[in-house]
C-alpha cells in the first residue's frame, strides 16, 4: 500500500519560497501521476498542479502557474513543490495524492493514497 508523508511546510513572508516533499514508501511513484493539492480553511481542496506517469504532461492551476514548480527524485521515491513568490492566498495545507490515469485531471475524486497534509502559512 503506498503511503505519502509530505514535509516542508511552514510560515513565510509575501514573497518568499519555500519547497515542500512528498515522499512515498510502498511503490514506485514512476508508476502514477502526482498530484498536489491544498485546501484553505472554509474552502474546498483544490488542485494546484498535476504531473502525469511518464512525463506526458504537467499541469499547473492558473492561480501558481509560473511561480510553483513540480518535479520528482525517482532515487528518492518523492515528488517536490518548488513554490516561490508565495502570496497569503496561498496558505492552505497542501496534501499530495496519485492519480492511477495518465492523463492530469484536478477532479479529487480521481485520486487515491492521500498524505496528511503540510501546513503553508503566507503572512507578513
Known amino acids: 500500500q503506498l503511503q505519502f508523508v509530505e514535509s516542508g511546510g511552514g510560515l513565510v513572508q509575501p514573497g518568499g519560497s519555500l519547497r515542500l516533499s512528498c515522499a512515498a514508501s510502498g511503490a514506485d511513484l514512476r508508476h502514477y501521476s502526482i498530484g498536489w493539492f491544498r485546501q484553505a480553511p472554509g474552502e474546498e481542496r483544490e488542485g494546484v498542479v498535476c504531473?502525469?506517469?511518464?512525463?506526458?504532461?504537467?499541469v499547473y492551476a492558473g492561480s501558481v502557474e509560473g511561480r510553483f514548480n513540480i518535479s520528482r527524485d525517482n532515487a528518492k521515491n518523492t515528488v517536490y513543490l518548488q513554490m516561490n513568490d508565495l502570496k497569503p492566498d496561498d496558505t492552505a495545507v497542501y496534501y499530495c495524492a496519485t492519480l492511477s490515469s495518465p492523463r492530469c485531471t484536478f477532479y479529487v475524486d480521481q485520486y487515491d493514497n492521500w498524505g496528511r497534509g503540510t501546513q503553508v502559512t503566507v503572512s507578513p
Open positions: 504531473d502525469s506517469s511518464g512525463g506526458r504532461s504537467t
